[in-house]
Antibody, heavy 119, light 110 residues
Framework: QVQLVQSGAEVKKPGASVKVSCKAS????????ICWVRQATGQGLEWMGW????????DYAQKFQGRVTMTRNTSISTAYLKLSSLRSEDTAVYYC????????????WGQGTVVTVSS | QSALAQPASVSGSPGQSLTISCTGA?????????VSWYQHHPGKAPKLIIY???NRPSGISNRFSGSKSDNTASLTVSGLQAEDEANYYC??????????FGGGTKLTVL
């Protein structure tokens, strides 16, 4: 079936970087944009950015500009999120999601990856 | 980009209908027909229930409906059921080619 499977939980120290993977299956990976959304404990959903899997073109939320990098490996249908200069406020569940319209309709979501930033 | 405005909570009894509002600006919600709504049960992945203001994905109950007027979108849940208890988020495409979410609304079934 159509699904996105994310990598496992991470624990990082402040200032470090984290890279989360998102493997697509059940559909043609290059047919839909992939976005990343996070949710800190007790907070709402926050859009981080998106990537076109064909071109690799990205668009990031202004809040994360300079700290976030979204990439992909089309040969293994996998998208990646890298977040650098981590701080405690980055502790959250990170989700990847497929955009069926290219304009913000996310129909398939990964299971989420917990990233904990703690000294 | 400021988050879209949603009420923090709404509640209703089984069988009732209720509506969740989502207010934005002409640079996002009011300027495009690209509002989506998500149902999010804690510990699970969000679920798309409405897209492009009022379209339901395949498999979503017709008890969920979406509408929009000017800078305010609305999600109506009719025939409220216990399993509808969840957090609901609106989102919109923006003039910056980004996406902005609302702050979320906790729906409680009494």
């Amino acid at each position: 079936q159509v699904q996105l499977v994310q990598s496992g939980a991470e624990v990082k120290k402040p200032g470090a970087s984290v890279k989360v993977s998102c493997k697509a299956s059940g559909y043609t990976f290059t047919s839909y944009d992939i976005c990343w959304v996070r949710q800190a404990t007790g907070q709402g959903l926050e859009w981080m950015g998106w990537m076109n899997p064909i071109s690799g073109n990205t668009d990031y939320a202004q809040k994360f500009q300079g700290r976030v990098t979204m990439t992909r490996n089309t040969s293994i249908s996998t998208a990646y999120l890298k977040l650098s200069s981590l701080r405690s406020e980055d502790t959250a569940v990170y989700y990847c999601a497929r955009d069926i319209t290219g304009l913000g309709a996310f129909d398939i979501w990964g299971q989420g990856t917990v990233v904990t930033v703690s000294s | 980009q400021s988050a879209l405005a949603q009420p923090a909570s709404v509640s209703g009894s089984p069988g009732q209908s209720l509506t969740i509002s989502c207010t934005g600006a002409s640079s996002d919600l009011g300027g495009y027909n690209y509002v989506s709504w998500y149902q999010h049960h804690p510990g699970k992945a969000p679920k798309l229930i409405i897209y492009e203001d009022s379209n339901r994905p395949s498999g979503i109950s017709n008890r969920f409906s979406g509408s929009k007027s000017d800078n305010t979108a609305s999600l109506t849940v009719s025939g409220l059921q216990a399993e509808d208890e969840a957090n609901y988020y609106c989102s919109s495409y923006t003039s910056s080619s980004n996406v902005v979410f609302g702050g979320g609304t906790k729906l409680t079934v009494l």
